[in-house]
């Protein structure tokens, strides 16, 4: 999916996906944030399939081209794109952890088909 094709994404920013895998071992009780905003399930995500799957896509800032980082250097412009981080607070072994700024995927097929590389941060 392109700026193009999706509403409400800013000139700068794409859409990466919507789905995050959950770390390996990870258990709930599960509290998700983007960009340090708690998130509520249901309303704004759902688990399935051992991923967090959410209603919207997560937006990225674009790679920056020279120019625009010339730009920025020399004070002519200033970047106001989205950058959407998420992070997830889960039990696993009987501990709380915190992983974050965790990979985005888009829709690739079944969940089972997918590679689990069950980071944490």
Same mark, same amino acid.
Do not use: C
């Given at each position: 999916?392109?700026?193009?094709e999706? *509403?409400? /994404? %800013?000139?700068g920013? !794409?859409? $990466?996906?919507?789905? $995050?895998?959950? %770390?390996?071992?990870?258990?709930?009780?599960f &509290? /998700?944030?983007i960009? #340090? $905003?708690?998130? +509520?399930?249901?309303?704004d995500?759902? =688990? +399935?399939? #051992?991923?967090i $799957?959410?209603?919207?896509? =997560?937006?990225?800032? *674009?790679k920056? &081209?020279? !120019?625009?980082?010339? +730009?920025m250097?020399?004070?002519?412009a200033? &970047?106001?794109? *989205?950058?959407?981080? !998420?992070?997830l607070?889960? &039990?696993?072994? #009987? *501990? /709380?952890?915190?992983?974050?700024?965790? %990979? =985005?995927?888009a829709?690739?097929? %079944?969940?089972?088909?997918?590679?689990?590389?069950?980071? +944490?941060?």
């Amino acid at each position: 999916m392109n700026a193009g094709e999706a *509403k409400g /994404v %800013p000139e700068g920013s !794409v859409a $990466v996906g919507n789905r $995050v895998r959950l %770390p390996r071992g990870a258990e709930p009780p599960f &509290t /998700v944030f983007i960009n #340090g $905003v708690e998130q +509520s399930e249901s309303d704004d995500y759902r =688990i +399935s399939g #051992g991923e967090i $799957v959410f209603r919207r896509p =997560i937006l990225k800032e *674009k790679k920056l &081209t020279g !120019v625009r980082w010339l +730009s920025m250097l020399a004070g002519i412009a200033g &970047t106001y794109r *989205k950058h959407e981080t !998420v992070a997830l607070q889960f &039990t696993r072994a #009987g *501990k /709380v952890e915190l992983a974050s700024d965790l %990979p =985005i995927h888009a829709d690739e097929g %079944p969940p089972a088909d997918r590679h689990h590389d069950g980071r +944490s941060h």
